[in-house]
């Protein structure tokens, strides 16, 4: 046992040596996809896809050397593991089964009874990229071109999204609510939304006016990172807690409340003549080149007297404002005011974009297809891909399959 570390569980766990065994309950497991290495709390690996006894489901995987672990670790006292679908341990030790923090029961995979010579077992060395998807025999133009056209796709989704959003509450509040859900990452898009919806566009004009910290202390009071503020908040706004945010293992200038704060000076910048005003030349007159430029700089913040910080929103962030919120909305903008050329022009600045920063995801799937994404719109594609497809193992509807099938043919 002493051989044996939690590296090699989960080495052999990703190795695809093991694909179909009982769990404690004697329930068969067949693993479609082992997932990938979680970069956040509540699990080792996120987007599994397994069958159980024939019935298919997503989630996460917690990998231990024993199964004791699980309790002892205190996760059956944290909701980040109710995402987990299956506990993965290389012996038992202890009762079972386990149980989730809601109260479910959680199925164990016992592996060390598959195996006789543990010695192998730590022989096993640790992948540290995203293996190639088998079903790609090379990389081509064409599957670039999947690509690009993936990343459209994703363009157009969102877009149809700002539309229905314009129709339901009007179009700065839209881009407003869109621009916050931009500064909120993946870990905190939803709160970010609710504070949009809670605190609207209307909301910060009537009870801030033009003053850039009476903006500050009414977000950041709605927001519940201020019981002080909470006291002069409006009657209508009910504060969200601070545990509603995730801000464990968030570096310190990703923290919400420099967002929020990003987010008061770009509404200031734009108090005079409104958000949709203040963007829409850049977008619908300036050069493309020109207008990556300044649709850039329209949404840095580089400092701020009242916060510790000397940047707010970086270019990375403000990039990510833009292809994921900006140029979506103009393109459904533009086309609810049968504006084709405003329109056209968001989605052509959106196909030349510059590289976003890269995350786990765009990461995981270049691997994957053995594809360096530049530019935004692979990257977004790339995403699209994933979520659409490869998330939940729909390899025969992939494109990047198909397109694979066909080019033998």
């Known amino acids: 046992m002493s051989l ?185 898009t939803r709160p970010f939304e609710s504070l949009a919806g809670m605190v609207t566009l209307d909301t910060v004009r009537i009870y801030a006016g033009a003053s850039l910290p009476a903006k500050y202390d009414l977000l950041l009071g709605a927001a519940g990172f201020s019981s002080e503020l909470n006291t002069r908040l409006p009657p209508s706004v009910h504060p969200l807690k601070e545990s509603d945010w995730a801000i464990a293992a968030t570096r310190p200038l990703n923290h919400p409340a420099i967002r929020i704060a990003g987010l008061c000076h770009v509404l200031q910048r734009y108090e005079k003549d409104g958000l949709i005003s203040g963007l829409v030349d850049l977008v619908g007159n300036a050069p493309p080149r020109v207008a990556v430029n300044m649709l850039d700089s329209a949404f840095k913040v580089e400092e701020d007297g009242r916060i510790d910080s000397q940047v707010l929103i970086g270019t990375g962030r403000a990039r990510e404002i833009v292809v994921n919120a900006v140029l979506p909305f103009f393109r459904a903008y533009g086309a609810g005011i049968d504006d084709n050329t405003l329109a056209e022009r968001a989605a052509y600045i959106y196909s030349s974009y510059p590289s976003l920063l890269q995350n786990e995801l765009t990461r995981y799937m270049s691997g994957l297809l053995g594809n360096q994404a530049f530019g935004a719109c692979r990257q977004q594609g790339l995403l699209h891909i994933y979520h659409t497809w490869c998330r939940t193992r729909e390899c025969a509807a992939c494109p990047v399959v198909t397109q694979q099938k066909t080019a033998r043919v």
């Open 4 to 188: 044996i570390t939690e590296k090699s569980v989960s080495a052999l766990w990703v190795s695809g040596r093991l694909s179909c065994f009982n769990d404690d309950s004697g329930h068969r497991i067949d693993v479609i996809c082992p997932g990938r290495v979680s970069t956040r709390g509540g699990c080792d690996f996120q987007d599994v896809v397994i069958r159980v006894d024939g019935e298919k489901t997503v989630g996460d995987v917690e990998v231990h050397l024993t199964s004791d672990l699980w309790q002892r670790h205190g996760h059956h006292r944290d909701t980040s593991y109710n995402g987990v679908i299956l506990h993965v341990s290389m012996w038992q030790r202890g009762l079972l089964p386990v149980r989730l923090q809601d109260g479910r029961v959680l199925s164990t995979v016992i592996l060390g009874q598959y195996f006789r010579n543990n010695k192998a077992l730590a022989n096993i060395i640790y992948p540290g990229q995203a293996r190639r998807c088998p079903h790609l025999t090379n990389s081509t133009k064409k599957t670039d071109h999947v690509i690009v056209e993936a990343g459209l796709e994703r363009f157009e989704i969102k877009a149809a999204g700002f539309a229905r959003a314009i129709s339901s509450g009007g179009p700065e509040q839209a881009l407003y609510r869109g621009i916050c859900r931009a500064l909120g990452y993946a870990r905190n």
